[in-house]
């Protein structure tokens, strides 16, 4: 006897975010084996995370943010079809047809086809090099613009049309394609859905610290320029010269498909739902930003992810799963590195309850909350600034919890006693902790209690709790460390999975055992496997700076760079910077680097630590140029390196006229003293003569400012994705105790710091911070100065040139040619030219 | 269009027609690598000491289509031995290929067999 199962169609329109999502929802319920799944997607490549899009400006790539590969769809059963737009519904005979005019016949048909960027009709719109901003296309298309712009002119303008959430994320576009970003805004306020004036106020004040330009009450009544964009016409005489304008003025429903069918919409668009999903036709479900739900179009991945599993148990017949009837739109960002959160009720009115703000414009911090009028829950928040305290915040909201006698002790920094809330142990079960995959503290804490996951990466890919837009992922890692806790099992900051060891333990031994190889340590210390690119470099680090020894030691483990003493590029060749101490160099030396460039044809540009360097070197002709460098009096300046790299130095009072001290040569000291050393990561120093501070030195690890009777010293800064100024140290003191305290202070990095942590992160991560590190350096609390003096000494003392060293040994020069067995150069290298020098072709 | 990826196949041992003198056991780092040229082919090679094995592979990273895995350092995913790419660590199983910390494509891996101290690599053509 046969049984046949007659497998019924559902297609589903649209491969987005929430398109994805219903198929993935859907192939994880049993009861979806007799379903055949279509997918039609309108753009080249299968769904991908639109809400990280900006991420595309530095990866360029755009495999990394999909969402699953083309074969996940086949692997489960799924037909995916790209590059076709559904152009035509048949509800009658319950069919669709595409642009290349295939037709196909559902039972089910979901509609997930989101929205489209609104574009406002304004004059000129369509001129070359307005674009917006919503698919990979777009910003392939915007990247190519920006660079032929950034080739043309230096100094190239591009403004974001909409001062909103996809806005300032464009915003950020700009900025990283190199171009100076102005934001044109309609209303008063910037976000004007999402923040209250104050706190739209606070965020302007960032973003304009950081380099944005903002303009705000600005009605744009036409595109200016002859064919493409060169400016924005606000009213007579009120302009703005741009080169590239991005439409981001929000989002339209994608609801051309429904409307030509007669489905019922909207009247500002969008498709209408009841609560199960369904739309005017019993056979139609609609999704994600297409679906209007509660008269609402919900532009938030997590309400699109619920109403995709709604529609997923309904069609399989469990109609008791419908959509809420509030929805959360609780949402915490960072755009452009600032922290942006609002939760709950964002802007309550006064006859509901009462608001606690904490504004402080120095800081760029915001903090307000909404408390109901008996003082005794919270109802919603805006934070600006900082959104550390947000996970903690939305819990006590979703959940109802109690909150302090005091409320405005939620927002106010934390007295001593730590967290006013205890630990995320006491949310309940049920708490929400990850709302755009619904995975409650449970489920979290419940993986690792069946043993199914052992730590953070486990437990993520068990739940899926912070693959949506990761706003939770602090919160999902202090719930596996706290549940691992209470489990007995100890969490620690290992280095990775070949040692239970975090990295001062690895010094602690390796000092006291006088390891000298790898191997040792590997072989003693180890979990019994082989090593790898995280604990290798981080132990031939350890050993230079506790032998006082070179990268050239052992070079099979040395990280690329310190293998082949160069900072490996693009396609593989290499960049030459030797050290010019402080930036000073004679006319003869500056010669002699312009005709070493020459002759071996390198690329040559002055570094943002004012030194220069020589790109497009290939490994064979490394020991040649060097050779040169050599005779000339130049020295490694280890930029390839987790070490010194330079002392920036202002010309101090040795020319200028405001000059308090001789900065360039105590700037050619300190670079001198400490050149070479390896440590946790690169260390950048800088000396000012005077206030005014052009030696930009409290951007650095270390900072001197010369001040009356003496330097100030400052400890701590960086620039780099989270930049942050040094902090005072000391003041007033002379030259031998600067040299003093720097000692201490960089041994005492070198030897506490985590793997590839800057001094900002770890001064800021010390326990008792810059008061504690005080006491340690100045005071000598833990009786270690002296130690740590003689430590740093012998580093100084034991300096070597490691390319000096290099060419001059046989052995070592082996390492330096393309191949073993052949004097030929790779023969995949394309330069192509870049005004009067040349560049590796650019990737595809 | 033959793509430059195109002459890196994945090579068995039954299937090897040319066994390839590359160079001395000692031109290679221990527990490192170093390239190899073959015909208008770039290998990369890794002498594994501590496992007492050696690797061969494309010396391509699919990943942004580059000569540099040989440049890689080696070691260990959870007792696969691996090559990361010295560009952006993307790492590969030695033994098959596979992209282990991504979903890029695996790259084609060659059979080495050592005989009297020097190196050989297997190729089909």
Redesign the interface.
């Known amino acids: 006897m046969f049984k046949y199962v007659i497998m019924k169609n559902i297609i589903v329109v649209g491969n987005g975010m929430v398109g994805y999502k219903f198929c993935e929802k859907f192939v994880a319920n049993e009861a979806s084996k007799d379903f055949k799944v279509i997918v039609f997607g309108e753009e080249p490549r299968p769904a991908y995370d639109r809400v990280h899009l900006s991420e595309f400006f530095e990866s360029q790539n755009a495999k990394a943010l999909e969402m699953a590969p083309a074969s996940w769809y086949a692997e489960h059963g799924i037909d995916l079809v790209v590059d076709e737009r559904v152009a035509d519904i048949n509800r009658t005979a319950k069919t669709i047809t595409t642009a290349k005019d295939r037709e196909f016949s559902y039972d089910y048909l979901v509609l997930a086809t989101g929205s489209s960027p609104f574009v406002p009709p304004i004059k000129g719109v369509e001129k070359e090099g307005v674009f917006v901003y919503r698919t990979i296309e777009d910003l392939e298309g915007m990247l190519a613009y920006a660079a032929k712009i950034n080739a043309e002119k230096p100094d190239g303008k591009a403004a974001v049309l909409g001062g909103g959430l996809l806005g300032l994320e464009a915003g950020k576009a700009v900025l990283d394609m190199g171009l100076e970003p102005h934001i044109v805004e309609f209303a008063p306020k910037l976000m004007p859905r999402q923040l209250d004036s104050r706190s739209s106020q606070v965020l302007k004040l960032k973003l304009e610290s950081i380099g944005l330009n903002i303009h705000l009450s600005k009605a744009t009544n036409q595109i200016l320029g002859d064919g493409k964009i060169t400016g924005m016409e606000f009213g007579e005489d009120d302009t703005l010269d741009v080169d590239m304008l991005i439409v981001s003025a929000g989002i339209r429903p994608r609801d051309e498909l429904a409307r030509a069918c007669g489905l019922e919409v909207g009247v500002r668009g969008g498709i209408v739902v009841d609560n199960t999903m369904k739309t005017s036709d019993n056979n139609i479900y609609a999704i994600g930003e297409i679906a209007l739900y509660n008269q609402m179009i919900y532009g938030l991945v997590a309400p699109g992810y619920d109403m995709a599993d709604v529609a997923v148990h309904q069609i399989l017949g469990n109609t008791d799963k419908v959509m809420p009837a509030d929805i959360d739109m609780s949402t915490k960002l960072k755009l452009i590195g600032v922290d942006v959160a609002s939760f709950g009720e964002p802007f309550m009115p006064a006859s509901k309850g009462h608001s606690i703000i904490f504004e402080n414009k120095t800081q760029h911090l915001y903090k307000r909350i909404n408390v109901s009028l008996d003082g005794k829950s919270l109802l919603g928040g805006i934070l600006v600034g900082d959104a550390a305290d947000y996970s903690m915040l939305h819990q006590v909201y979703l959940n109802g919890m109690k909150i302090p006698e005091d409320p405005a002790q939620l927002i106010l920094p934390a007295s001593e006693g730590g967290a006013l809330l205890g630990d995320v142990m006491d949310l309940p079960d049920e708490a929400q902790i990850c709302s755009c995959e619904s995975v409650t503290k449970g489920q979290i804490c419940g993986v690792i209690e069946n043993e199914e996951a052992s730590d953070l990466a486990g437990v993520v890919s068990c739940t899926k709790a912070g693959t949506g837009c990761g706003g939770c992922k602090p919160m999902v890692a202090d719930l596996t460390n706290a549940t691992l806790k209470s489990l007995g099992i100890e969490v620690k900051d290992s280095v990775c999975e070949h040692f239970d060891l975090n990295r001062q333990d690895l010094y602690k031994i390796i000092q006291v055992k006088g390891y000298t190889k790898f191997n040792e340590v590997l072989d003693n210390h180890g979990n019994g496997g082989h090593g790898c690119e995280l604990c290798k470099p981080l132990v031939a680090s350890l050993m230079a700076t506790i032998h006082a020894d070179t990268a050239n030691k052992e070079y099979a483990i040395q990280d690329s760079n310190d293998r082949f003493l160069a900072n490996i590029q693009r396609n593989g060749t290499y960049s030459v910077v030797p050290r010019v101490p402080g930036g000073e160099i004679t006319p003869d030396k500056l010669i002699a680097l312009g005709q070493i460039a020459k002759k071996y044809d390198l690329y040559t540009k002055v570094t943002g630590g004012v030194r220069i360097d020589l790109f497009g070197a290939t490994l064979s002709q490394l020991p040649l140029i060097w050779k040169e460098l050599i005779s000339h009096g130049f020295e490694s300046g280890h930029a390839y390196g987790k070490s010194l790299r330079t002392v920036k130095t202002c010309v101090g009072s040795t020319w200028c006229r405001y000059g308090m001290d001789e900065s360039v040569s105590f700037g050619i000291e300190l670079e001198n003293r400490y050149r070479g050393i390896r440590a946790p990561h690169k260390i950048k120093g800088g000396v000012s003569g005077c206030i005014r501070e052009c030696a930009e030195a409290r951007g650095k690890d270390f900072g001197l400012i010369a001040v009356e009777g003496g330097w100030n010293l400052y400890v701590g800064g960086n620039g780099g994705a989270n930049p942050r100024h040094a902090e005072l140290f000391a003041e007033q003191i002379d030259n031998e105790t600067v040299i003093k305290y720097l000692d201490r202070y960089l041994m005492f990095y070198m030897r506490t710091a985590k793997p590839l942590q800057r001094t900002a992160a770890w001064q800021e991560r010390l326990e008792g911070g810059l008061d504690y590190l005080k006491e340690v350096i100045i005071e000598d609390k833990l009786g270690i100065a002296e130690d740590l003096e003689k430590e740093m000494q012998t580093l100084v003392n034991r300096f070597e040139c490691e390319w000096t060293q290099a060419v001059n040994d046989p052995e070592m020069m082996k390492r330096f040619n393309h191949f073993v067995n052949s004097e030929e150069e790779d023969d995949n290298l394309v330069f192509v030219p870049m005004r009067d020098q040349k560049m590796p072709e650019p990737w595809v | 269009m033959e793509t ?1 990826l195109d002459k890196y196949k994945a090579t068995e041992v039954a299937n090897v027609k040319v066994w390839f003198k ?2 001395s056991i000692n ?6 690598g ?4 073959y015909k ?1 082919k ?1 290998i990369a ?1 890794f002498n ?1 000491t ?2 007492n094995k050696w690797y061969a592979c494309q010396n ?1 990273c699919p990943h ?5 895995l040989s ?9 696969i ?2 090559v ?1 790419c ?2 952006h ?1 993307k ?1 590969f199983s030695l033994e098959t290929g596979e992209n282990l910390n ?3 494509n695996a790259i084609a891996v060659y059979p080495v067999k050592v005989e009297e101290g020097f190196v050989y690599i297997g190729f089909d053509e």
């Open positions: 430059i590359a160079a031109d290679f780092p221990k527990d490192g170093a390239c190899v040229k208008d770039q090679v594994f501590r496992l391509l942004k289509m580059e000569m540099v440049r890689g350092m080696i070691g260990d995913d959870k007792g031995p691996k990361a010295p560009l660590k790492t991504s979903d890029l």
